[in-house]
């Protein structure tokens, strides 16, 4: 009989240390998913005011980006051509950048948006 007491017992005390090591986890994933979100925000702000100041997409195609999404967002500030007024550049610019933070909460896979932070160091520094 008291085999079956404790079982319960045991469960219980397993299930309650469980759950805050596993919200815990999920709380740190979140966090690193808003702060890669952030860098992808500052990143897309940079190249496109580097594009409007007529930064060539040639500068960043002889740079190596350990971020997947880095390359995206270049691409990306560089398809359009359409020439913006200094009134709307930026307007323009705030929404392209925030633009690409929405899709990173949307699509928050943190290997693909890792490492923005090194990507923003390396253009600011050229």
Request: net charge negative; proline share 4%.
């Amino acid at each position: 009989m008291r085999k079956y007491f404790a079982a319960p017992i045991m469960l219980s005390l397993t299930l309650v240390f469980i759950n805050p090591s596993k919200s815990t986890a999920e709380s740190h994933a979140i966090e690193i998913s808003m702060q890669n979100c952030m860098h992808a925000k500052m990143f897309a702000l940079h190249v496109i005011k580097k594009r409007n100041e007529n930064r060539p997409i040639t500068h960043y195609l002889s740079l190596t980006f350990e971020s997947p999404a880095a390359m995206e967002i270049i691409h990306d500030a560089y398809k359009n051509d359409t020439l913006i007024v200094p009134s709307d550049r930026e307007t323009m610019e705030v929404d392209f950048s925030e633009k690409w933070m929405n899709e990173c909460f949307e699509f928050s896979c943190s290997g693909f948006w890792a490492d923005l932070e090194i990507a923003l160091a390396k253009v600011k520094d050229q």
